[in-house]
C-alpha cells in the first residue's frame, strides 16, 4: 500500500507548498508582480529562524515571532526604495530588480553561512501521529497541513473583514481609483510585502522543518511558488491549497513510479505542461484571443 | 561650406573603420606580446561578450526575457564532453554538434514555451533549465552526477582558445549588427516599439520571435562549448546553473540594454570585477547584483545607453537612411 | 460595381456587454463607406475584428468573396487589409522612412530596395518627405496620422479603416486628411472610415452607415442618412453634433 502513502504523504504536503506560494500569490494578485526573489526571501527567513532557534534554545515559537519582525522590515525596506521605484516602468524593470534581489540574497547567505546544507532541529520529523498498517501519517507533514489552512484562512478573514484588506483588494482591482480616492498605492504594496513576508517566514520555517537546504534552495521553491500560483489561480487562497496538493500529489507520485530522482522532475513536468495548456496562467484573466 | 559638409561624413567614416582596424588588430595580436593571464582572461571576456550579445537580442531587441540560456551553455558543454569523451571524436565537431541540438531542443520546447507570455515565459525557461539539470544528473549515459573531465581540452593551448574566442565574440557583434540591418531587424524594432500596429502592418510576430530565439540557441551552444573548452570539466549542477544568465543579464544591464555596444562594454565590466574578486566569489555576485539593481534604478539604459542619450552618437548604426 | 469586402451578422460579446449583436455591411469597389454610431457603438471593436484583432462570435466576413473570418492579423495585411488606429500607434523609436518601410516590406512583400523607392513615393504623397529622418514618437498628432495612412498605403492595402483620422483635428487639417482620403480613394482603393464628425462624413464619403446598440440603424446617401428620424434618435441626447 505504498502507493496510498505516497498519495496522503503528496496532499500533506501540498500544505507546505501552499504556504510556501501564498506570499507570491497575494503579491502577485495586489501588484502583478512576478517576485523572482520570493524564494530567496522565504530561505533567508529559514536562516533567521535557524539562527534565532539557537539563541532561544530551540523555541520555535519565539524564533518564529522574531523571524517575522526581521522579515517584515526587510521586505518593506526592498519594496519601498526598490520594487516601487520600477514597478510602473514597463514589465522587464521590475522582473530584473527582483533578479536582481535574488541573486544578492543568496549570495549573501552563501557568503554569511557557507555552502553547506542545514536544517532546523526538530522531534516533530521523526514521530508518526497515526501508525496503522497501511500508511502512516507523520507529525511534521501533519503540521504543514495544519498550518497551511490556518494561515489561508486567516488571510482569507483579514482579505475579507478588515480595512486594511479592503484597501489591499481596492488597489488590486484598479489603481486609478484607488490612487483618487486618496489610496497611497505605493505604501499600499509596501504593506502587501509584509504581509506576504508574515506568510513567508512562517513557510520558511516550515521549511527548514522539513527539509534541509543550502543558500541556494531558494530557486527550487521559487518555482514551486511560482507554479502553485499558476495552477492555483491569482487572489482563490483555496486554489492555492488545491494548488500546491497537486504539486504535491505530481512530485511523490514521479518519486513512487520513477524513483526518488524524480521527484523534483516530475513536479517541474507537471508544472511546464500545466503552464503550457494555460498559456497565460490560469490567474490571468484572458486577453485578446 | 559645401565642400566640407560633403566631406565630413566621409572623414568620420574613415576615422571610424582606422580605429577599428586598430582595435581589430590589436586583439589579434594579443598572444604575441601578452602574458597567458590576460590572455585567459580575454578569452573570458570574448566568450562572455558573445553570450550578453544574445541574451541582449532576445530581451532588449526582441522583447523575449529568458532565464533559460544556461540550458544551452549546458547542451553545448555536454554535448563537447559527449563527442571528446566517449566518441573520442574532434572537438571542432563537439563545438558545432553544441550548437545543432542547442537548436533542435530550442524548437522543440519552442512549441509550449512560446505559448507562455511575459512573466510565464520568464519563470518558464527557468524551470526547463532546471529540468535539464535534475535529469543530467540522474542520466546514467552522461554519468549523472559525476560529469566529464573534458581531457581533449588540455591538447589546447590557451591562444588557441583565445583565436576560438575572438571569432565568436567580434563573429557573435558582426551577426548581431548585420541581423538587425535586415528585415528581421525592421521588424524586430517594429515590435519593440507596438506589437498590434506591427502585426497588422504584415508582420509575423511568432515566427520573427522564433527566429530570433532559435539564432540566440545555437550561437549559445556554441559559446557553451568553447566556454567547457576553457574549464574543462563539466557537471550538471554548474552547467545548467541560473548563474550564466546572472552573467547575461548583468553585462546587458550594465552596458545597456538594446544597444549592440552596451554587451561589449558590459562583457568587460563583468569580468574586470570577476577577476578583481576571483577569491571572493559570493561578494563579487553581491557587488554586481547591487550594481545591476542600482543600474536599473538610476540609468535603467545602462551606461551605453545613457551615453547615447546625453551626447547622441551610435558606433554601430542600425538606422536606415 | 463589385463588392470587395462581405460582412454578415457578426456579433461579439464580452461577458455581458454584448457589443456587436448583429451587424452586416458592404464595401464596394473604390468606395468611401463612413460609419457613424455614439462612443461605444462598437466601431472600433467592428475595425478589431475586420484585421482579426478580435474574433467574432458569430457572422463571418468576405473578402473578394473569400471568407477570411478564420485568417489571422497578418494574413489578412497581405490579402490586402491596411488600419489606422483611433489613437496613433506610429512606431516611435523608428524614423518616419522606417516606419513606412515596415509596411512596404512585410505587408507588400518587397525587398528592401524596391520598398525604399516605393517609401520615398509614399512620403511625397503623404507630404512627410521633408520629415523622413524624423523620430515618429517626436510628430505632432497630424503627422502621426499622416504616417499611419502612408504606412497602412506602402502595404499595398485593397481596402483601407480608418478609424477617426480626423478627430482631434483643427478645419485646415482636417481638409488635408479630406483631401489624402480622395487621394487613395483615387487609387482604387475602398475606404471604410469611422468618424464622429458629421459634416466630414459628408463631404468626404460615398455613403454612410450608422451603427447602435450593436446593429446597424440605417446605410445610404450621406445626405439622406443624416436627416433621417433613425440616426435623429440615436444621437438624441447624445453629446454629438
Ligand atoms: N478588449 C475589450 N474588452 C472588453 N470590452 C471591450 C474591449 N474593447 C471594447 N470593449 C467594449 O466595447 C464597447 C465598444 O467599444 P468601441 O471602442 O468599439 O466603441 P467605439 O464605437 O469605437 O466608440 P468611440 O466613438 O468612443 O471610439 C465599449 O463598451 C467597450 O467597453
Ligand atoms: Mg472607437
Known sequence: MQIIQSLLNGILLGGLYAMVALGMSLVFGIMKLTNIAHGDLIIVATYICMVMAVQFSGNLLLAVLITICFMMLIGFLLQTFLINKVLDKGPEPPLLVTFGISITLSNILLLVFGADARYIPNTLKTINIVNTEHFSISAIYLLNFIVAIVVICTLHYIMKNTFFGRSIRATADDVTTAELMGVNTKRIYSYTMCLAMVISSIAGLLVGMNYTYYPSTGTEYLIYAFGVVVIGGMGNQMGILLGGIILGIAQLMGAYFFGTGYQLLAGYLVLLIILTIRPQGILSKATRR | MIQLLASKPFKILNIKIIVLILIISIFL??????????????????????????????????????LGQQIFIGLGGYSLAVITVLY???????????????????????????????????????????????????????????????????????????????????????????????????????????????????????KTKLKVFLIAAFVTGLTGGLLYLSIAYIQPRASFSITWTVAMVFIVIIGGIGTIEGPILGAFFFILIKQYLYNYPGISMIILGTVAILTILIAPKGIVGTLQERYGFEILSIRRR | MATVLDVQDIGISFGNNHVLKSLSLELKESEVLGVIGPNGAGKTVMLNILTGIMRPTKGQILFQGENITNLSTTERCRKGIGRTFQVPRPFEKMTVFENILVGSVYGDRKSEKEARVKALEIMELIGLTEKKGWFAGKLGLLDRKRLEIGRALASNPKVLLFDEVAGGLTESEVSDILGMVRMVKEQGISVIWIEHVLKTMREGTDRVLCIAEGRNVICGIPEEVMRSKEVHDVYLGADEE
Do not use: H
Request: glycine share 10%.
Open chain 2, 29 to 66: 595580436t594579443l598572444p604575441l606580446w601578452s602574458s597567458e593571464y590576460i590572455i585567459s582572461v580575454f578569452v573570458l571576456i570574448f566568450l562572455y561578450m558573445s553570450l550578453g550579445q544574445m541574451w541582449n537580442l532576445l530581451a532588449g531587441y526582441t522583447g523575449l526575457v529568458s
Open chain 2, 88 to 206: 573520442q571524436l574532434p572537438i571542432a565537431l563537439g563545438i558545432i554538434v553544441g550548437g545543432v541540438i542547442s537548436i533542435l531542443f530550442a524548437l522543440i520546447i519552442s512549441q509550449p514555451i512560446f505559448k507562455m507570455r511575459g512573466d510565464y515565459f520568464t519563470i518558464g525557461t527557468w524551470i526547463v533549465a532546471e529540468c535539464l539539470a535534475v535529469f543530467f544528473s540522474v542520466w546514467t549515459y552522461v554519468r549523472g552526477g559525476l560529469g566529464f573531465n573534458i581531457i581533449a581540452a588540455y591538447k589546447l593551448s590557451t591562444t588557441d582558445i583565445y583565436y576560438m574566442a575572438v571569432a565568436m565574440g567580434l563573429g557573435s557583434i558582426a551577426l548581431v549588427y548585420f541581423l538587425l540591418r535586415t528585415k528581421i531587424g525592421l521588424a524586430l524594432m517594429a515590435m519593440r516599439d507596438n506589437e498590434s500596429a506591427a502585426e497588422t502592418l504584415g508582420v509575423e510576430l511568432y
